[in-house]
Structure formats: structure tokens, C-alpha cells
């Protein structure tokens, strides 16, 4: 008798996906390239978190390396756009992406910005369980992953019992269609052409309930919006395109 043993391993690798931003991964930290609207965006979500850290860890009286003794974990960290900042700032923080010309990027911009930085090849889903985060960053990329719901549990099981989430992403309405998919990758070709798959956008009713599933609170929610005349990002009410929960 013979038995054809089939394992199914669980991924929230979405390949596609994967492929796309590694095709661009010399780009990074060009200004002007195709990854301006980040460069752009970053001030904005930078100042929202520290905002938000603060508060929950209790370290408005800190110095300027306020993030120190914190761990962070910043998932689909690409070239480190954000994991640069928040290590100038104390933090002890590990990057993963699950491309490998990302962290390469990452690695040496890294190197020569003279930062110690953690840069790893990996989904959240293959970290040590083991090893915990004071915070952890999802930061545009849920509209990206394979399986959402593995994603928000393999993120639980990373986060220290008094740890704060951030997840940045995308709402799935008219107004996200228009701005995000014909506005920044067809008409001011902001993006290149198939970066978002508007279908992936999810609404924060959506994710509030799947975050709430693995028992994670919602402590706070807030839009950001770009203000074309001053061509700056701000934070807002409106969650119709851009939010942060």
C-alpha cells in the first residue's frame, strides 16, 4: 500500500507581487525615481507613528534617541525607507522583505549611512515566533501579501503583549480607484502601470474586523491625503484612498 503524502505550506508570498517591487529595487532611494511618491509620503507616516509611540510607550520626555531598548520589526521594509529614520533614533530595528534585491539594497544604504540595521530575507510567516517586537510596521503592504489572515496571525505571534501594530494601506472605493490606479499610475505616472491591483485594496471596516479576529484593539484610525497645491501629504479624516490604523 502506498501513500502519496501532499504538505501544504502555508505563505502569504504573493510571487507577482514580489517580482514587481524587485524590479525596481535599484531605485529606492532615488528622489525623483519611481518610488518619489514614498520619499514624499514618509514624513507623514514617520511623524504619525512617533506620534502614536510616544503616546503608548510613554516617552514624550525622551531625548532624541527616544526609540531606544524598543525592538522593531518593519515588514516589506524594501529599500528601508522607513527602517533608516526610526534606527537614527535609537530603535534596534530588523527589516524583512521577502525580496532578496530589496535587502541587498537595503544592506548597503544601510552600510553607507553607517547603521546598524537587521536586514533579513524573510516573511513574517518564517520568523522565529521566539523573538518578540515592541512595534511592529505594516506599511503599504497588505494590499500586497497572499493571505491576509496568516499575515495579521504571523504578525500576533511577533508582537510583545504590550506592543503596538501600524497598518498603512489602501480603501477599495471610487475615490481610491480614480487617485491611487488612473491618477498616480496612469495619468501623473507616479507609479508604474499594474503596481496596485485595486481588488487587493481593503476597507477599514474589512481589516478592523480581521485585526480583530487575532484580538488585536483598534486604538486609532486616520487618513492621509495629499494636498495637490501644496504637494504635501497631511493627516486626515477621510479614509477614502490612504489610511493607518
Not at 540595521?117 to 506599511?139: A, R, T, V
Not at 491591483?197 to 485585526?211: A, M, V
Request: charged letters at 25%.
Amino acid at each position: 500500500m502506498y501513500f502519496n503524502l501532499k504538505i501544504i505550506v502555508m505563505s502569504t508570498i504573493n510571487k507577482e507581487e514580489i517580482q514587481k517591487f524587485s524590479n525596481l529595487a535599484d531605485e529606492w532611494w532615488d528622489v525623483k525615481g519611481k518610488f518619489k511618491p514614498l520619499h514624499m509620503f514618509n514624513p507623514t507616516r514617520i511623524e504619525y507613528i512617533l506620534e502614536k509611540t510616544k503616546q503608548h510607550f510613554n516617552l514624550q520626555n525622551k531625548g532624541n534617541n527616544f526609540l531606544e531598548n524598543l525592538q522593531i520589526l518593519d515588514i516589506g521594509c524594501g529599500g528601508g525607507l522607513i527602517s533608516e529614520p526610526l534606527a537614527r533614533l535609537g530603535g534596534s530595528v530588523t527589516g524583512i522583505d521577502a525580496s532578496i534585491k530589496n535587502i541587498k539594497v537595503a544592506q548597503l544604504h544601510a552600510k553607507k549611512s553607517n547603521l546598524k540595521i537587521s536586514y533579513l530575507n524573510k516573511s513574517p510567516e518564517q520568523m522565529n515566533e521566539h523573538e518578540k517586537f515592541d512595534i511592529i510596521l505594516n506599511l503599504e503592504i497588505v494590499e500586497h501579501v497572499e493571505n491576509v489572515e496568516l499575515y495579521i496571525n504571523s504578525c500576533k505571534k511577533l508582537l510583545k503583549k504590550n506592543g503596538i501594530m501600524f497598518t498603512a494601506t489602501l480603501n477599495r472605493t471610487i475615490t481610491s480607484y480614480i487617485k491611487a490606479i488612473i491618477g498616480a499610475e496612469y495619468v501623473l505616472r507616479w507609479l508604474p502601470i499594474g503596481t496596485h491591483d485595486w481588488n487587493k485594496f481593503i476597507k477599514p471596516e474589512e481589516l478592523e474586523k480581521k485585526l480583530s479576529d487575532e484580538n488585536f484593539s483598534t486604538l486609532d484610525i486616520k487618513g492621509l491625503e495629499f494636498n495637490p497645491i501644496l504637494s504635501k501629504w497631511k493627516e486626515s479624516d477621510n479614509l477614502s484612498v490612504n489610511y493607518i490604523i
